[in-house]
């Protein structure tokens, strides 16, 4: 559904994403992984738009979308969540979520009616007619969801999604992300609660200094020498393995 | 077509008055610099200085070059004291809102001097207004000679001050990071009053550098402020150096403007450039960092 | 829109319709055509100010441009002064879609959209001021024929109906874009450009369509304003006054909401003639109040005066209910 070819990003001299190939497909949770600045997020930028890529391309159902401009993305059915999250605050919960639903129903009454029932389904039922500035982090996080929701995408990018819940909000968001699989929406996550990404992904790709430098099941991934010393640096991964044998 | 030498006097004459134009911009582009905030007032308060200049003059027969002495000072304070209890309090840190205060100020000042002074335009009749030098082929004006000697000299004198004092790195470190300059210990509301306040002594300068050779009357500064805003999106905001270049470059076009599309069409050269700049550069064309 | 939205409005605009029935004193009249062709422009300010968050400083370049097309038009070619209007309201149009899609494109938001709003305006004004064309410093004198069909009046309750009118319908346009997915979207960029995007808002679009509404609304202000006192000139139609009212009105009446331009033109020049009485002929004095007012909203009531007006009313209804 979703592939990168190549992608490379440079910020004057300083490249944040080095020729970074990823695939999708239709129907997975695929994972995004990789220690702090590696350029995860970067990516994302790419894939949504927001940034175009220096060198490479990214397509889309087979299509190069690769000079699209973001709402063109969002109208092929590309949505994306913000890892610090951004919320109209003026507005409340339910017209946040309206002005996503609004990106396929032209009429008002049809967006709300549609946003109720994406805000419901995310958890944020009682909340609908505050103010967005008044939700918790959790509940900012589930707007996020829910507004990127509301445009009825195909692919959902989710950038951090659980990153500042405590366990058990973590415990119960992870339900709602499956349930959203379940209706056909492909998800990319990038996430650093590791329970989830085991929990939750079929395929992981792991960026360290703006390079793939793994792919595969989340088991895999998490023995593989590279990414062991990508997290905990050089040589790492050799003290880990004497330290098992000793133990 | 016109002479060498009445070309060459109108670059002359623009460069000069460019550099009051600079200084003007010098108060404008450090507030931005430090605070971020366009400072709509600043074409009222350069009004209120100006009427300062004559005041003194006509009441207590004050020199206008030697009301710098007391005039710097005291707009220093008014300076310090409208950031400190106005703008920072009513705009509650948001961007937009620090625009509209700005407005408001310059709105009720501008008025009040209206109200005080009516509409009448007032000038100095001091000995030396019309007094000139001469230069080669040129006849210079005496006073527009010293306006620029003396604005080139308090621009260098403010870079010195912010290169190589304690208030002076005070107000860098608050400028390039406030929530760190805070966190050191700098107190940032007082910075903040501080650059306010300078950027108003730098007005007081200028007034009492334009008033032997100009007029004031309550609507004069909306004439510099475009101008002054101009100056300081050429130089790049925020760049004392962009400020000087930028005044010499709009002083020296707005001469030769003048002279060709003569008075009531010269600004308009100013205005342009100032468009330009916006939509192709915004960050300035002196390469200062936005 | 529903019945619910439409019917205050209605109300409202029936109800004004009936002061000339009361009032027949040239001054007041003067004083109320005068301050609906303020509102209108404010209404124009704020679809763009207040509901898209770009606040534009040079409100003057669309007024301008409706005044100078009204007043030309039918002085210069002889066109019927009523279709001079439209023209005049469509021009205006055009000139904010030619300066959004210049400004917007350049990215330009925030105090440097301001400043490069008061720019055009500038230039419109210094060249309204210098072609001959315009009539120059002297201005255009629209000659006096009064015959409806002339759009000019026996009776100054004719124009405040028309004022009115036109006041009335732009609230409703207002009340419609606040229910309307456009509104919807244009009240994302202003909190949030960059999340818009993400849910597919053409941000360009969305701001191009605000300022060419806006410019289009302000421009019939100008218009109007041309057409009332017969007589237009650069400082006038171009001039930095009628920007600051602009900004003014929706900000001390409400900003981003639909009654929030006419609240504040009404309350604004209400006050400045109160204060004038009070204070005599001091010039500037009722701008003076103004610029305070500007102040004072924004440190004290930045939902302006209908903000107050709701805060007050939930904290009585929380009292009755207590």
Redesign the interface.
Known sequence: MLEVQNATKRFGGLVAVNQASLKVEAGSITGLIGPNGAGKTTLFTLISGFEKPSEGGVLFEGEDISSDEPHVRARRGIARTFQIVQPFAGLSVLENIAVGAHLRHAKRSDALARAERVGQRVGLGPELDKSASSLTVAGRKRLELARALATEPKLLLLDEVLAGLNPSEIRDIIPVILAIREEGVTILMIEHVMQAVMNLCEQVYVLAQGRIIAEGPPADVCDDPKVIEAYLGAGAAERLKREKVHA | MYSPAIIAEAVVNGLMTGAVYALIALGLTLVYGVLHIINFAHGALLTAAMFAVWLVYEALGLDPYLAILPLTPLFFGLGYAVQRFVIGPASHGNDSNILLVTLGLSIVIENALLAGFRSDTRTLNTDYGFQVVEFGPLLLSKPRLIGFGAAILVTVLLWLLLSRTDTGKAIRAVAKEKFGASLVGIDVAHVYAVTFGLGCACLAVAACLLMPTFYVNPRIGQAFVLVAFTIVVLGGMGSIPGALLGGLFIGFVESLCGLFLGDSLGQIGIFLIFILVLLVRPTGMFGAKA | MTFRDIAPIVVLIALLALVPAFISANTVLNFLVFTLIIALAAQGWNILGGFG?Q?S?GHAAFFGTGAYAAALLQVRLGINPWIAFAIGTVAGAAVGWVIGY??FR?G?R???F???T???A??LR??A??ATFTG??AGVLIKLDVRPGNFQFESRGAFFWIALALVGAVLLLTGWIE???FG??L??V???E??????????LRVKLGAITISGAVTAAAGGLYAQYFLYVDANIAYG?WIS?EA?LAP?VGGLGTVFGPLVGAVALHGLGEITKLAAGS????D??V??????AA??FA?AGILGLLRRSARSRGAARNA
């Not at chain 3, 001091?282 to 004095?285: A, R």
């Not at chain 3, 103004?290 to 102040?295: D, M």
């Open positions: 968050g606040f400083f210049l400004s350049s330009l925030g105090s440097y301001a400043l490069v008061l720019a055009f500038e230039v210094i060249l001021n210098a120059g410093a229910r309307s997915r919807a979207q009240v994302a202003r909190e949030n960059a999340a818009a995007k993400a849910l597919g808002v053409d941000t930095t600051v900004i900000i001091v010039p500037g004095i701008l003076m103004f610029g305070g007012l500007l102040i924004v440190a930045p």
